[in-house]
């Protein structure tokens, strides 16, 4: 199955969805419904968060050359647990446009870990528009195990893509009954949840990571054509292959994509 939402970043206002196989346009929804865990694709979250904090003078605590940790270690109070980066390649440091552009696992808990844990990213994503009921207090959340609809994600990245504005994906423009009465009054924008210079330096480091990391394939490949305008983006892999995630924008369109089985299996 496949799940698509598109997004106007300026306007909020959903341009396009697509919820997979149903049987009737009153069928469950993948795209606003469907909750997977997405992987890489939920890192942007930590860096964002990361660049949003602020020290006691008012200034950023990290930009994009700063460094973390990028060495195997077990990390305490976490049962044991030692994430490996995909690559199998580490170092003693690397910077955190180097983490994200290369999809570094260990950097970006790391990252997480040093920008107030777990329960900081959770008020982070509620605040950007995530449904975190159900998301627990683990560092495990800065690799993506939290359960997100691709609805949510392209929230996200529309908010990247226009500065830091929140937007909740309405399809609706206008509703009006028989006596020409408003019925739908709902803003398509909500508040500024990151500030410019934060969400313009989150999304530059998704353009590197289209431009050098792992999501080049976006550009072309396998002799496929691919996107030769400007655009900033993501991949996301869960374990074992069992959910896809791209997720990512252009200046005039924010998106995500999945694809995976209903019942999860390796794709």
Not at 9 to 18: D, K, N, R, S
Not at 55 to 74: M, R, S, Y
Not at 126 to 143: I, V, W, Y
Not at 194 to 222: K, P, Q, S
């Amino acid at each position: 199955e496949a799940a698509a939402v598109i997004i106007h970043p300026e306007t909020g206002y959903m341009e396009a969805v697509y919820g997979g196989t149903v049987a009737s346009p009153y069928d469950f929804s993948r795209a606003t419904q469907a909750k997977r865990q997405a992987g890489s694709a939920f890192k942007p979250l930590v860096y964002a968060l990361a660049f949003s904090r602020r020290d006691a003078l008012g200034q950023p605590q990290w930009n994009a050359t700063d460094t973390v940790g990028n060495e195997l270690k077990v990390f305490e109070n976490a049962q044991g647990w030692s994430p490996r980066n995909v690559t199998g390649r580490y170092s003693e440091t690397t910077t955190l446009a180097e983490a994200l552009t290369r999809s570094q696992n260990v950097a970006t808990v790391n990252l997480l870990e040093e920008s107030g844990g777990p329960l900081s990213l959770i008020s982070f994503a509620k605040h950007a528009g995530f449904d975190t009921t159900h998301f627990t207090e683990e560092l495990g959340l800065a690799l993506g195990q939290a359960e997100v609809t691709p609805l949510e994600m392209a929230q996200f990245v529309a908010m990247l893509a226009n500065g830091g504005v929140q937007v909740f994906g309405q399809p609706v423009v206008s509703a009006l009954d028989l006596k020409g009465k408003q019925r739908v009054d709902e803003e398509p924008l909500g508040p500024r949840i990151l500030t410019e210079e934060a969400a313009a330096l989150t999304r530059d480091l998704l353009r590197l990571a289209v431009a050098y990391g792992t999501g080049g394939t976006i550009r072309g490949a396998a002799g496929q054509y691919g996107f030769r305008g400007p655009a900033f983006g993501k991949t996301g892999t869960t374990d074992d292959y069992k959910d896809l995630w791209f997720v990512g924008a252009s200046p005039h369109q924010a998106a995500s994509l999945w694809m995976g089985y209903d019942i999860p299996q390796d794709l």
